[in-house]
């Protein structure tokens, strides 16, 4: 099977480093120099290249960004390169280039085949092509938590499928549980509330305000303060256009434009423009009539009724004592009118939603329970099976009378799910705790791993953990910074031994300062400073032959030219070779 591999890196102005290339074997490649070389920059600019967080502390001193590089091979399909080109990233003959850049202020940008990505992208793509692990992953692997996501992660679809149902369900009755808690605490404040509109809307109802009605009495109330001013008005202003009944002699100005217009009638054949006056003064006598005709009604119709004044007086004062209340006019006295009354209903039905959400709790901690039960069968399966792998790949890492076993436990609680007849909490995961066992030899009892490992037996641990995952959910490159710590002799051996046949199923790549290690990698890189303290381009090289010898003479002895240390580099390299 054809698998995305991280062919080489390119690491400039990343701490100690000042420019230098990573070249990467397909198999088992290791990482070798001097404490304080720059070893752990290859661990961290593999991070940062697959979204990991940038920090300006890692810029070197003096320049402007570090840039990390990375050049890998992806074959046809594979789901890194398809979700890498749905980026618009481009693959050359196969290849993706990935390249992530961090200022010395912090900023970060990243580049997926010559397109400018997010960072997130990265982090998705580190998904399906590296698992990453180091001391502080040891330190992760002892979190209860991070235990059972490791043996949900071996379990698969088996605990994956009733686990998503479990997530949806435990959301919904959250949120159920939230709002049935809001409405129940909050009762007092809802009841008030109702009071207050209930009251309201009954004060708007005993007035019957009308759209528009507070204009339309204003009017009418100005109009009958005024009465008598109009009608007077009116009077002398019908007299002044169609006369005075008491006034035969005066002069109206309906009688002088009727005159005028006499005058011309005679004469308008004589000239078509004195015509089109006569007919223009005809109109105005028509106009005249009209509005003394309109003035004579008004003066007639006018109602100077002071009781009427009054009602509509009281009636303003009736409206006016609403919008005081509800809003700057009728029209938003009805409007707050018709929100109120929603809400009136909203808050009238809390009784019966809260009989609703009830049942609908009951309901779902019931399925949950059901749902828990189902993912804890599933789990015990799957932890006797990854126990029992665990313990088989210890018996290759020198501790062949280590046994693994799981803890699957729940806690009392009253308030939680009832499974197999027991109410017991519950999380977002389900209602397990899940712990891992370690019984380093016979006759010890099974002890939690943070308590009964030595730093060296809870290496060995976490590299058995790491293969068994090879064998049923492999990435394509694995790699491990130190996680031999602690470890030495025929331990450090067996690692090496063990690691090399990972690196038959996927690129490893190992940081290390374990010799018996380094002999079993295909390709042994050397990092080291130059005299002024910096990783140059010649820092990062590939041992062959001689120099290789050299290396593993130092890692054993810390003498390169030591013929003891020499003989027992080449005993490991011969035997690592007879073992591959």
Known sequence: MVVSVLEE???RSLGVIDDAVVELSPGFTAVTGETGAGKTMVVTSLGLLLGGRADAALVRIGARNA??????AVPDGSPAGVRAEEAGAELDEGTLLVSRTVSAEGRSRAHLGGRSVPVGLLAELADDLVAVHGQSDQQGLLK???????????????????????AEAYKRLRAVTAELEEITTRARERAQEADLLRFGLEEIAAVEPRAGEDTELAEEAERLGHAEALASAAAVAHAALAGNPEDPEGVDAGTLVAGAQRALEAVRAHDPALAALTDRIGEVGILLRDVAGELAGYADDLD?????????????AALTALTRKYGEDVAEVLAWAERSAARLTELEGDDERIGELTAERDSLRSELGALAQELSEARTEAAERFA??????LASLAMPHARVSFDIRQTEDPEGVEVNGRTVAYGPAGVDEVELLLAPHPGAPPRPIAKGASGGELSRVMLAVEVVFAGTDPVPTYLFDEVDAGVGGKAAVEIGRRLARLAKKAQVVVVTHLPQVAAFADRQLLVEKTDDGSVTRSGVKV???????RELSRMLAGQEDSETARAHAEELLAAARTDA
């Open 304 to 316: 100077a009724d002071p009781l009427r004044l009054a009602a509509v007086e009281e009636r303003r």
């Open 543 to 549: 041992l062959d032959g001689e120099d290789r010898v």
């Open 9 to 11: 890196m390119r690491i």
């Open 144 to 166: 209860l938590s991070r235990q059972r996501q490791a043996l949900d992660r071996y379990a698969g679809y088996a605990v994956a499928v009733p686990l998503g149902t479990y």
């Open 388 to 393: 029992a792998a665990v313990t088989e790949e």
């Open 67 to 72: 840039v990390v590089e990375g050049r890998i």
